[in-house]
């Protein structure tokens, strides 16, 4: 396993954490993996200490720096976007070089619940309300069960530090504002923390969601076909499918040329308005889509698009 | 139609709207319907408004009074699941009393976000994210996708006025908290207003839930055995189901005993505890839960129940 780690006390705990349940695990944690986003006057202050205790846990430690601000630009993508694109990247090509298998990230409860909410507010759709998954590729997330303020405890128990993250104090980021104000209100609501079953309503969404995309793949399979300008859907086959089934479908249609750009809600409507004739053509992320002769087509767009 | 109208804004200007459509729509509004719930000082100006209303328009109106309070505290229910029962109770009454054959009720886009959210936070699970339906049985909802603003304006713009819900103002009650501090913040968070998303959220996840109902309830029929004691499932061939589907037959199985008491993902989540063998037995509304010899069973307690 190698760990991400930014400094912050959800990663420390993840990397202590596994250092001791490797002993009894049958696994080893062979390398931590800092990305320096050159986002924070504090970077270098953050690298420094993950530095520190790599070396004070006796494991290696690859650092890369990365200008996430020239990098998001340049893609126009979201900063938040930008940093995960990047962060992820980074950590396949660490766990590559360090011969790991799996790479361990610190995202907790609380990710879990912000993220739930954050994708609620935006209309981010289903595949969005599922949240963090637990496990995806290379990478798995222990602690997504677990929340931020027991990670902290164990630390100040084991008498470990970490660093504080500035900007979470910035109100004017959404994160944060769902971080320390829309969930204590809503903690005041219930009387007790939401965390738990907004984390749990995720994990529901997902688990039926994985399952409608199952059982949706094949449909995808059968009705969609790849052409030299982009792919061709037959739109009276697609349209008596039940509803979930020909969202996910043209979500799935969508995706092959959106180059990991997110695909929304509003996305998914504006093709079904084309489907139903009541729009003529749309432009989505990396494709123009348009209904010809009874096909729903999807044109590849060139260069870097919306 | 029949209409129910408590008097508040969302009511009144649903009365309004349905007569003017009814002119064009080949439908007619045959009598209002107020319930007295006897639990607010303002009960007695509400019903007084209600009837002025209807005598204005030109319609009968049903108007029963009903002790909430006791009837609540006489089957152990809450003061809002309580009023939700003998409301649609007697509006249904009222219906088949005035030859109507739909009953239209107010509820608006910011009841289903705030619906969505106290169901959220409450853990109620996917059944409850779904949140208020359009339609259900005898009854519509033909305001669920527009805001509480729009109808204000459209009420002042008519120099039409209604009652207010003076409670709405206690913040004590959590719907209220929801509606008055935590949609607020997450308003601003997101720059706008986030109810149309989380409405748009709440009918994804029933359209996809309706749809998964669908494919389980066969499932249900096929493995759940009526007996003279309640109800038997073979243990071995649901817990072989994909996750999605043994949480609805269990979910289907527990509704069958608990006599309109809400089932939450705690019920269910016991009932996988049983299932897995982790747990002996359990109490849920209704049934208490047992596997005896390879079935799951679902014993029906007699007598009033938690």
Redesign the interface.
Known sequence: VLVGISGGSDSVALTLLLLDLAEYNGFSVVSLAHLNHQLRLSAARDEAFCRELAARVGLPIAVEAVDVREYAAARRLSLEDAARRVRYAFLGRAAASAGATRVAVGHTEDDQAETF?LK????A??AG?GGIYPRRGLVIRPLLDVSREDLRAYLAARGETWVEDETNADVEN?RN??RH??LP??D???GAS?R???A??AA??R???Q??DELSRERFEALAAITPAGLEIDATSLAAE????V?RVLLEAMRQAADGREIG?DHIEAVLAVLDRSRGGVDVPGSRVELRRGKLVLVRQKGPSK
């Open positions: 909410l609620l507010m935006r209309g759709g289903l309300l959404p504002r769902v104000i829309v209100e809503l005041r609501t219930a939401t738990p079953a907004i749990r309503a529901l969404v688990e039926d969601g399952w409608l039940p509803a979930p089934l969202r809600l």
